[in-house]
């Protein structure tokens, strides 16, 4: 990994609101990335639920050359854009859709015996046969948040091991397996004991292995070199299985931020609050949902300082906020708010809500060039209404 710098005037050339991505940053996940899947000898596929910039897909399509999909759209978006079949998965498949997915993807996941049942007679598209996957439940996850825990009791998602040993299993050429969310590799090695435990009888009769994602490989603190062991360890015992990767955070970790601006600031009982031209609610939703606390470029860990501020969006749902940020000064009307890491999960999960500004999109070329990728206006806004 590259060692990354920020500092505020980096982003004096930014007109607020904007996500703006690092080029440099970028490849730098991709190059790891790609190191991994040639060392380890497996696939690495790009998640759009998690990063689908396609204005970029230019550069990812330097280093990798399959992308995942969990819709009709996602899947279009891998033709159109990365300019590959998709791997797609999605909870359900409707009729209306079904055969225009197929149409769009090399491989399909189904996640219910019933769902494949119903569609195995249609998995075939101009005399090309789409390779038929089965999400499994391993019952076993180290997610601890259950809005992001997909093996949690009762989960809609996978087959569980009672409910693949009823099944006919002709037709499923791999199983798909999601157990991850930003983990590491000791997780992964867990689940793949469990898999093997679990699962092991089934595992000669498949061509392909998908492990979902969750592989958080581009963290500064991850073990690339014990993922590496623990791929290569179970491609030894299982050497006629295909393995595919497909982490979303890990392409976009720490590639972008969001740049926002201080428009007012407001004192209620003691709590002050720096009222922003951007919304938790509508522009970083998963600090929200998880919830958690993203850094801001500047803040300082002293608590002692009386510089201590809330921010709060712009839009009019009363818990649009999150607290407390500390700095070492005093902050000022116009003054630029800059939320690090903000790419990842983050601009595929934006809503317009409220009609308020919704931030451009810019690139921060190799050189160090700014290029405006997106700015969105009133019509963007209009035309996602009947």
């Known amino acids: 990994m590259i060692e990354k710098h920020y500092n505020i005037s980096d982003y004096t050339d930014v007109e ?14 991709l190059s790891l990335i790609k190191s991994v899947a040639e060392s380890a000898g497996v696939e690495i596929i790009m998640a759009f639920k998690a990063f689908a910039l396609w204005k970029v897909f230019p550069i990812v399509r330097e280093y990798i050359s399959c992308s995942t999909a969990s819709s009709l759209s996602e899947a279009n978006l891998a033709v159109d854009e990365m300019k590959n079949l998709a791997h797609t998965y999605a909870p359900v498949y409707t009729d209306k859709e079904f055969d225009e997915i197929a149409k769009l993807s ?44 997909p093996c949690a009791p009762g989960s809609r ?9 009823k099944a006919d299993l002709t037709g499923i050429d791999g199983f798909h ?10 997780e992964l090695e867990k689940t793949l004991k469990i898999i093997e435990e679990r699962f092991g009888e089934f595992l000669p009769k ?3 292995l998908n492990m979902g994602g969750g592989h958080l490989m581009t963290r500064a603190d991850y073990d690339t070199d014990h993922l590496i062991s623990v791929l290569k360890a179970f491609k030894s015992r299982h050497p006629h299985l295909h393995i595919i990767l497909e982490p979303g955070s890990a392409f976009a970790w720490q590639t972008g931020e969001l740049v926002a601006e201080v428009q007012d600031i407001v004192e209620n009982h003691g709590v002050r609050t720096a009222i922003l031209d951007v919304s938790f609610a509508c522009h970083m939703p998963d600090c929200l949902e998880m919830p958690y606390k993203p850094a801001i470029l500047g803040e300082v860990e002293d608590r002692s300082t009386p510089y201590v501020y809330r921010m709060g969006g712009n839009s009019c749902l009363s818990g649009d906020f999150y607290s407390d940020w500390t700095f070492d000064h005093e902050l000022k009307v116009g003054e630029k708010i800059v939320f690090m890491d903000m790419n990842h999960y983050t601009t595929v999960k934006t809503t317009m809500f409220n009609g308020i500004t919704h931030p451009s999109i810019a690139l921060r070329k190799m050189n160090g060039e700014l290029e405006l990728l997106r700015k969105y206006t009133y019509a963007d806004y209009k035309n996602r209404m009947a």
């Open 106 to 149: 090399s491989h399909i996941t189904f996640n219910s015996i019933s769902q494949f049942e119903k569609y195995k007679n249609r998995l075939e598209v101009d005399g090309r046969k789409i390779s038929a996957g089965l999400r499994i439940n391993p019952e076993y996850s180290a997610v601890e948040t259950d809005l992001y825990n």
């Open 206 to 208: 498949i061509k392909w």
């Open 157 to 165: 998602l996978g087959v569980t091991l009672d409910n693949l040993k």
């Open 16 to 29: 607020s609101p904007c996500y703006v991505v690092s080029e440099k940053h970028l490849r730098a996940n």
């Open 177 to 186: 397996c999601h157990t991850l969310c930003e983990s590491t590799s000791y």
